[in-house]
């Protein structure tokens, strides 16, 4: 069965600085792989996905991810955040033929203006 | 582009009703709906995944008959919980995949709460 970790549970940054939340994924097959995010007081919102070719992908806001086969990675960054970034961050991962969502625990991230 | 609905976003009822809930694609045709749980400071937990015009797959430990799903449509998927309790109050999320994608979008949630 596949899972997926996300190691950091909550994250204070100050605005400006740069930001890695790490996620991986336990499968040995092919994967796609997400990041979404949820504001307070909103849904979900996809932030980007790899599915294939380039293993950095940019997503909106200023978001990156780079997926690393080998050390089964796919860690989210961004430059320099923002207090608009404040939010719950979750990698989401699907294996090959299996249409089921899953879900890391999430990373609370808290932007210091 | 992508934007799922669910209605109602709040519902409050006594124990032993059922609540219905409604998860609308409004602009994309969704063969997969799937309905999550979310339980405050986790991460999403899945109930079940329902495909237009079959009986939806409900993950171990969750009640069938306890919550309905219904796919009536490519657009539309319903939760009915049954015979609410106080035990059933959370945010029930639901998510659409567009037809030929591997990608979800998600709906607001509905916060429900069973006094």
């Known amino acids: 069965a596949q899972s997926v970790s996300q190691h950091n549970h909550h994250v204070i940054l100050s605005e400006a600085a740069s930001l890695e939340l790490g996620c991986n994924y336990s499968?040995?097959?092919?994967?796609?792989l997400f990041w979404y995010v949820q504001y307070p007081g909103q849904h979900l919102q996809l932030l980007l996905k790899?599915?294939?070719?380039?293993?950095l992908v940019k997503g909106i806001k200023g978001f990156e991810a780079e997926f690393i086969k080998s050390k089964f990675s796919f860690n989210l960054r961004k430059p320099s955040v923002q207090w608009s970034d404040t939010a719950e961050y979750f990698c989401?991962?699907?294996?090959?033929?299996?249409?089921?969502?899953?879900f890391g625990t999430g990373t609370r991230l808290t932007i210091i203006p | 582009g992508a934007v799922v609905s669910q209605h109602p976003s709040r519902v409050i009822c006594k124990s032993g009703t059922s609540v219905k809930i409604e998860c609308r694609s409004l602009?994309?045709?969704?063969?997969?709906m799937f309905w999550y749980r979310q339980f405050p400071k986790q991460s999403l937990m899945l109930m079940a995944t329902?495909?237009?015009?079959?009986?939806?797959?409900?993950e171990q430990g969750v009640e069938k008959d306890k919550f309905l799903i219904n796919h009536a449509s490519l657009t539309l998927s319903t939760l009915t919980v049954t015979s609410a309790h106080p035990e059933d109050s959370s945010f029930y999320i639901c998510?659409?995949?567009?037809?030929?994608?591997?990608?979800?979008?998600f709906g607001p949630g509905t916060r429900l709460t069973v006094l």
């Open positions: 998510s659409a995949m567009e037809r030929g994608t591997d990608t979800q979008y």
């Open positions: 499968y040995g097959g092919t994967v796609n």
């Open positions: 790899y599915f294939s070719g380039d293993p």
């Open positions: 989401a991962v699907i294996s090959f033929g299996n249409e089921k969502l899953t």
């Open positions: 602009d994309f045709q969704a063969t997969t």
């Open positions: 329902s495909n237009e015009g079959s009986k939806a797959t409900y």
